[in-house]
Nanobody, 126 residues
């Protein structure tokens, strides 16, 4: 049974930083692409960033480029999201997701991620 457990969320002032972690179990972690999505109140869950199994390729939504960095430690079965220069519009529940997509490329579509964590709240005050 795959389990993804996020941690590191919290309340931070605009301009501050947070580091999210997602610990994975029940899967061969190095076989999976990993991603972070987020969902603000009243909004759809949206793609934020993803990383290939090797960590060699990453993708970001335009709104976080230059501020967020995704990384992974395959030896620790963990994926990270370093978030700097946070803005109030980054406020959301952040979800970790895993994909065993094997047809090439790095998926950014929610439907291609088949395992999800419970989410961690990030609140940025102005």
């Amino acid at each position: 049974q795959v389990q993804l457990v996020e941690s590191g969320g919290g309340l931070v002032q605009a301009g501050g930083s947070l580091r999210l972690s997602c610990a994975a179990s029940g899967l061969t972690f190095s076989n999976y692409a990993m991603a972070w999505f987020r969902q603000a109140p009243g909004a759809e869950r949206e793609f934020v960033t993803a990383i290939t199994w090797s960590g060699s390729v990453t993708k970001y939504v335009d709104s976080v480029k230059g501020r967020f960095t995704i990384s992974r430690g395959n030896a620790k079965n963990t994926v990270y999201l370093q978030m700097n220069n946070l803005k109030p519009e980054d406020t959301a529940v952040y979800y970790c997701a895993a994909s065993d997509w094997a047809r090439g490329g790095l998926p950014i579509i929610r439907a291609l991620y088949n395992s999800w964590g419970q989410g961690t709240q990030v609140t940025v005050s102005s």
